[in-house]
């Protein structure tokens, strides 16, 4: 039973360039979240998708981030126009509850991709 | 809105006990999670609690109080590969998602 999936592992990009950033949840997790760190900094929440519809999507910035969880394949983060401020670690989660759930189980992470701009 | 506080940085001895405390408020409450981040690595989960008291397991145990608003992470018996970030996380129901600390880098010296 394969973990939480994410490719790629590292993202280089040029300021202005397409950064788009791939999650595939444990079999059976139907709830995916999308988080940013900064070096030396906590997780950000970004985004909440449960197959097909954005649950919540309160941490992620209106311009140019955008995110899908398509019923066949994995969640995409997309990043438009990247700038040197996006450079950082985005890590996707999955579980197999969420929103409706009064009793929640752990969230499992991928390993997380490494986005660079230079 | 939710609010979660821990120290930014501690350091202790191997072989010795450290406790990481978090305080956290929240409006819809139902569980904390505390998880182990190495450096360049996905956080891996350490312990979830959702009632008040202590849950041991091995050398790591997780205190809650819900009145308080408050928990700590123990860690008993130090070693060296414990040198990490701790991150405390809250659930929050009417959320629907969890909100993380930024997380307390421990330093652990020989």
């Known amino acids: 039973n394969a973990g939480v999936m994410q490719n790629p592992r590292h993202l280089v990009r040029r300021r202005g360039q397409e950064a788009r950033l791939r999650c595939s949840p444990m079999?059976?997790?139907?709830?995916v979240y999308w988080y940013r760190q900064l070096p030396e900094e906590g997780l950000k929440f970004m985004v909440y998708l449960q197959k097909e519809n954005i649950i919540d999507e309160s941490g992620m910035p209106k311009e140019r981030f955008s995110a899908e969880f398509p019923k066949e394949g994995p969640s995409i983060l997309r990043i438009q126009q990247v700038v040197r401020g996006d450079s950082a670690a985005y890590f996707c989660?999955?579980?197999?509850?969420?929103?409706?759930?009064?009793?929640?189980?752990?969230?499992?992470f991928g390993q997380g991709t490494r986005l660079t701009v230079v | 809105g939710q609010n979660i506080d821990q120290p930014t940085e501690m350091t202790a001895t191997e072989g010795a006990i450290v406790q990481i405390n978090c305080t956290y408020q929240?409006?819809?409450?139902?569980?904390l999670f505390w998880y182990q981040q190495h450096a360049g690595e996905a956080p891996t989960f350490l312990s979830y609690n959702v009632l008040d008291g202590l849950e041991e397991k091995g050398r790591f145990s997780s205190f809650l109080s819900r009145s308080k608003g408050y928990s700590y992470l123990l860690l008993k018996e130090l070693q060296m590969k414990d040198s990490a970030s701790y991150l405390c996380?809250?659930?929050?129901?009417?959320?629907?998602?969890?909100?993380f600390g930024d997380g307390t880098t421990l330093t652990v010296k020989p």
């Open positions: 996380a809250v659930w929050d129901t009417n959320a629907g998602k969890s909100t």
């Open positions: 989660a999955s579980s197999d509850r969420g929103h409706s759930s009064s009793m929640n189980t752990e969230a499992f």
């Open positions: 079999k059976g997790h139907s709830h």
């Open positions: 929240t409006s819809g409450f139902n569980g």
